[in-house]
């Protein structure tokens, strides 16, 4: 099953099936969503209790029913963005300790300067033969390239996932350059303040760099092996991932060519509705597309219509419960 929009907010499958069930129909015992859903009734009940602590679900006796929609998903939000924060706080931490660590460890590396980064990721890149994990966030030190390595690697079946920091979707040709990753066979997902910039191959060796803090220092990275550093980094990614939203983008040359300007959802609403699932406005989602504003809302209006919703908020359940994502 595709991630939906509640994968966000760190809920397991099997939460989010339970939890869709009721907001689109009656109450139900633990026993009738397992035999609904054909799964062990233990986990059932412990994913009833989950839902009831995220305040999606009230228990009424042995009735399970979901809370309003509008209410819940709020602190929801509100309750995932505390705890990337806290997260956030825990990788400076971190990274302070790492500054004041011995030079001399052979597991830890310092790369400085711009070119010297560029070669050092290009190397790392071409290094990995099954996957690689990574992080993306401004500042750029450069305009947008094809990065050939990535697309040379995805040719070979080596895996990407990489999450993209929110800020940097308004840059412009955000979309397309992300799209043709994507298409290539990139696993993208987008996430609120990206805490740095990171590459892990093969969970073997990471790659985290850093921007100076001001023109008078240059940036720099650290090149870190060994199980116990990149275990740090693959926990670090695995966390903002699970929480992070998953960025669907048709290849660049469908975006304007629909055949069928009626058909929902054409590409072109499929990547509308992915970058607004991500945070951006209307206005950036045009930009990004090259379209206009008008276009954008056009299509929201008719998406909204289609499935009969009377509010965003609808439409984004019945996206999730149909996966138009």
Wanted: no cysteine; aromatic share 8%.
């Amino acid at each position: 099953m595709w991630w939906t929009v509640l994968s966000a907010f760190g809920l397991t499958e099997l939460e989010e099936k339970i939890y869709l069930a009721l907001v689109g129909g009656r109450p139900g015992t633990a026993t009738e969503l397992a035999q609904r859903f054909a799964a062990d009734s233990g986990e059932v009940v412990a994913a009833l209790d989950a839902l009831t602590r995220h305040g999606l679900v009230r228990l009424v006796g042995d009735q399970a029913a979901a809370t309003s929609p509008d209410l819940a998903i709020d602190s929801l939000l509100t309750q995932r963005i505390r705890e990337l924060q806290e997260a956030r706080i825990d990788l400076r931490e971190w990274l302070r300790q790492q500054r004041t660590a011995d030079p001399a460890d052979p597991g830890v590396q310092m790369v400085v300067g711009v070119s010297a980064i560029l070669q050092t990721f290009d190397q790392f890149l071409r290094g990995a033969e099954e996957e690689v994990l990574g992080f993306e966030r401004p500042p750029y030190a450069a305009d947008f390239s094809d990065n050939p390595a990535e697309l040379e690697l995805l040719g070979r079946g080596v895996r990407f996932r990489v999450v993209y920091d929110r800020r940097g979707l308004e840059r412009p040709g955000a979309s397309t350059h992300i799209g043709r990753f994507i298409a290539a066979g990139e696993q993208a997902r987008v996430a609120t303040d990206v805490p740095a910039k990171l590459a892990v191959a093969d969970r073997r060796m990471g790659l985290l760099s850093f921007p100076s803090r001001d023109d008078t220092v240059e940036p720099w990275a650290l090149v870190v092996r060994g199980a116990t550093w990149v275990e740090v980094l693959v926990a670090l990614f695995t966390e903002i991932w699970e929480r992070a939203t998953p960025l669907r983008l048709a290849p660049a040359t469908t975006v304007l060519d629909d055949a069928d300007r009626w058909t929902v959802p054409t590409p072109t609403d499929r990547q509308i509705l992915s970058l607004l699932m991500t945070g951006l406005p209307d206005k950036a989602v045009a930009s990004q597309l090259g379209i206009s504003l008008r276009t954008v809302q056009r299509r929201l209006r008719q998406l909204m219509d289609v499935s009969g919703s009377a509010t965003r908020m609808q439409l984004g359940w019945f996206v999730a419960r149909n996966n138009w994502l």
